[in-house]
């Protein structure tokens, strides 16, 4: 049986491919290409095409035997998700429907979803839990909470059982260098940090140094995304063996300020670069940590990058080496 995965092209969904063919599985991939890179799928056949297309991704279930889906693809930047929220409903959950609908229709009844710490808006408390309130406070997370619930009506419908793993801050890349993280236009830390200390940009902002932290900078959960993908192996596995649908956090439990991950990357590099301070960045909660307890309990997943400086390393590899696809 085949693994379809859907975005599998883009940063997370690229080592996903990557770490399933490791394995030995049998790979489809279906991906759009407008933010994920040819380059980046390593194996599997590679389906280029958009998921709001019925016509082509019924053309997909019919050619392949698909036995789960593990579907990332989605529009993701929180910031553009609240300037053009048309974009972020019709694309994530546009998608998202489709791909219910062929799964119904071929009776594939396994999927692992693609979810977001997002989903909890400002938490009320730390760390998280998977019961604590969902209260998005923005489009992205909207959408990711409504395919989640979309995910519940197709198995009240059709019986298809869904592991939504909420990711906390994917970081890192594959060890051996070959993929990494390579958005455009690049908007999280730790990407935007190394390209500091590579001389790429001249430096790097601080969004706000009043947040009731220690040092007064926003605190987040860095996973490093071959973990984070070890969650996927596990989740498809546990719905293979009959597990019941569940959301599951994706985080190590422990968190890094931006003042920490800047000192992380000039000690991992050995490099210097102008550190300036900025204004908030509309949106940001000051802490994010995942209790990643019952994804432990339940899927036996154990993370095995809780250092940061490996996470760091790991990225550095990429964007000194690489850093880029070139389609
Ligand atoms: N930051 C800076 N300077 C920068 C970029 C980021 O200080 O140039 C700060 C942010 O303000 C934030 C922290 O670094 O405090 C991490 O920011 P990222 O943009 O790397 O990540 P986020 O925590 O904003 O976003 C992540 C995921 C999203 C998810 C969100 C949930 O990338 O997909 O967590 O809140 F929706």
């Known amino acids: 049986m085949t693994i379809l995965i859907t975005g599998g092209a883009g940063y997370i969904g690229s080592h996903c491919v990557k770490a399933l063919?490791?394995?030995?599985?049998?790979?489809?991939?279906?991906?759009?290409?407008?933010?994920?890179?040819?380059?980046?799928v390593t194996g599997g056949r590679l389906y280029v095409g958009d998921l709001r297309d019925r016509a082509f991704v019924h053309g997909v279930f019919a050619r392949e035997t698909i036995g789960a889906v593990v579907h990332f693809a989605a529009f993701s930047q929180v910031g553009e998700s609240v300037k053009d929220p048309g974009k972020y409903y019709g694309n994530n959950i546009g998608g998202a429907a489709v791909l219910l609908d062929e799964m119904a229709a071929s009776g594939v009844k396994n999927l692992v979803f693609s979810s977001t710490a997002a989903v909890y808006g400002e938490p009320?408390?730390?760390?998280?839990?998977e019961n604590d309130p969902t209260l998005p406070t923005n489009p992205y997370g909207e959408t990711k909470l409504a395919i989640e619930h979309m995910a519940a009506c197709f198995e009240r419908a059709y019986g298809i059982r869904c592991c939504a793993l909420r990711y906390f801050n994917v970081a890192g890349a594959s060890p051996d260098g070959s993929i990494g993280e390579a958005h455009d236009p690049e908007t999280h830390l730790i990407p935007l940090v190394l390209q500091a200390a590579l001389g790429a940009r001249d430096s790097i902002t601080i969004f706000g140094e009043d947040y009731p932290t220690p040092d007064g900078t926003c605190i987040r959960d860095y996973v490093h995304v071959c973990d984070l993908i070890d969650g996927h192996l596990k989740a498809l596995a546990y719905l293979e063996q009959g597990g019941k649908s569940d959301a599951f956090n994706l985080g190590i439990g422990h968190g890094f300020s931006v003042r920490e991950i800047i000192e992380a990357v000039k000690r991992v590099t050995g490099r210097e670069f102008p550190v300036r301070s900025g204004a908030r960045r509309a949106g940001d909660p000051s802490i994010l940590i995942a209790s990643g307890?019952?994804?432990?309990?339940?899927?036996?997943?154990?993370?095995?990058?809780?250092?940061?400086?490996?996470?760091?390393?790991?990225?550095?590899?990429?964007?000194?080496?690489?850093?880029?696809?070139?389609a």
């Open 21 to 40: 063919v490791e394995q030995g599985a049998d790979v489809a991939v279906i991906d759009n290409l407008s933010t994920g890179f040819q380059e980046a």
């Open 293 to 326: 307890e019952k994804a432990r309990r339940v899927l036996g997943w154990k993370p095995k990058h809780t250092e940061i400086d490996g996470i760091i390393a790991d990225a550095w590899r990429w964007h000194k080496n690489k850093g880029h696809y070139s």
């Open 124 to 129: 009320e408390k730390t760390p998280i839990v």
